[in-house]
């Protein structure tokens, strides 16, 4: 499955602004959605691990982008056959991480491969050439 293309600019929080250097003024940032496309619930973007919470701190927004919030979210607690863990929160919508394919990065992917060859790994291979 695809990744959402939802796309959120954040401005930057004011007690951030006050640290900017005169003349350089605090540039507002966008976040990108992870999750797989065709979700109904809100938009997720992951900013930080909080190891002392076996947690993420994940940035969640509605449709319009108008509202964003942050939150702790737990991790997945599932793994896929190889002992990889989901990296996105506890009962998120659409599939687990290894099932949703960033299409730039899959592009990219394509792109290096096909330049660099002797560094990617073939089906049925078991290591790179």
Known sequence: ???CTAVALLPAPEYLARFAVPGFPMQDGHVLCELGEGHTEDHAQMLWDDDLNSEGIWVRWGESGSVATLTGLPWCPATDGRGDACWL???????HAWQV??????????????????LYRHPGESGPG
Not at 89 to 95: D, E, K
Not at 107 to 117: D, F, I, K, N, T
């Open 1 to 3: 499955m695809r990744q």
């Open 89 to 95: 929160f506890a009962g998120h919508p659409s599939g």
């Open 101 to 118: 394919v960033d299409p730039t990065m899959e592009a990219l992917g394509a792109e290096m491969a096909r330049l660099y060859p002797h």
